[in-house]
């Protein structure tokens, strides 16, 4: 298996996450088998499969977590010189020359990808067009509704 890129923090909330699912998730639903075993019939005991079905969903994330961590290589910009160019984990700030606005994206693993906070997946068109640039450049990105033309103000490592 290939190694899957990753910034250090989002190794950080995959291992949070991991430990919640180990320590809290887990053995509530262990209880809640318990508890539902207890009231009798399992073939038409609907507490018992649901709680069997949210079992299987905990594993099956546990399962998929420990192998993203294992087969993960983690990078920490913090760590590197900056020398303006765009690389995984950088941020980098955005000017759409039609429109004049400014946008700021971090370029992080799939797994810790977040529009919503600006967060983009390294595989995402916008991320592919500006691995490799740097600032001061001036890229055509292919959008969904068609190429638009940026300007890399600053990138950051931050």
Known sequence: MQPIPMTAKGAEMLRNELNELKSVKRPQIIQAIADAREHGDLKENAEYHAARE??????????DIEAKLSNAQIIDVTKMTNNGK????????????DTDKETRYRIVGDDEADIKNNLISVNSPIARG???KSQDDVVN???????????????EYL
């Open 86 to 97: 765009v690389i995984f984990g950088a941020t980098v700030t955005l000017l759409n020359l």
């Open 141 to 155: 990105i292919q959008t969904p509704a068609g190429a638009v033309e940026y300007e890399i103000v600053e990138v």
């Open 54 to 63: 949210q079992q299987g969903f905990c594993e099956g994330r546990i399962q």
């Open 130 to 132: 500006l691995i490799g």
